[in-house]
């Protein structure tokens, strides 16, 4: 089992591009997040979808007391100027300096350590400081499964 047998190729996040770019390329990928490239296009941080919307989404008093919120906060709903705006805004502001990234030639077991070491559901593969693609634990979950006769 290799890393490259599930590795997703994705496009690079960099400075000016928007957040509505990044989730974009996300949704259409079906990824959770993308590399920050710099401007010769070493990956120097990371971007996700999870750590944008809660910077943009959602107050920090909600999260606290998400445990005790009900259904009936429709009036704390986003309205469609603030998607707007949202969308329109700056990915650089949301970058994640953080970053777990691997060798195409890296274990199974490796990338899943390195993903609970960093608190998160992706790495990237890098090869001398070239981006290859993600890989996520849902594509580690599908190699498996493949892998697995039929009982």
Do not use: W
């Amino acid at each position: 089992m290799h890393l490259l047998d599930i590795v997703v190729p994705t496009d690079t996040a960099a400075a000016g591009m928007t957040v509505r770019e990044v989730f974009t390329e996300c949704a259409e990928r079906n990824v959770p997040g993308l590399p920050y490239v710099d401007e010769r296009g070493k990956v120097v941080g990371r971007v996700s979808i999870r750590h944008t919307l809660k910077m943009t989404c959602i107050p920090e008093y909600m999260v606290k007391a998400a445990h005790l919120l009900g259904d009936a906060i429709d009036h704390l709903a986003l309205r469609d100027d603030e998607i707007q705006l949202i969308l329109d805004l700056p990915i650089d502001e949301f970058v994640l300096e953080d970053v777990a990234h691997l060798s195409a030639a890296s274990p199974i077991v490796k990338a899943l350590s390195v993903m609970e070491y960093y608190n998160t559901g992706y790495v990237f593969l890098c090869d001398d400081e070239r981006y290859r693609g993600i890989v996520t634990r849902m594509g580690i979950a599908r190699l498996l499964l493949k892998r697995s006769p039929v009982i």
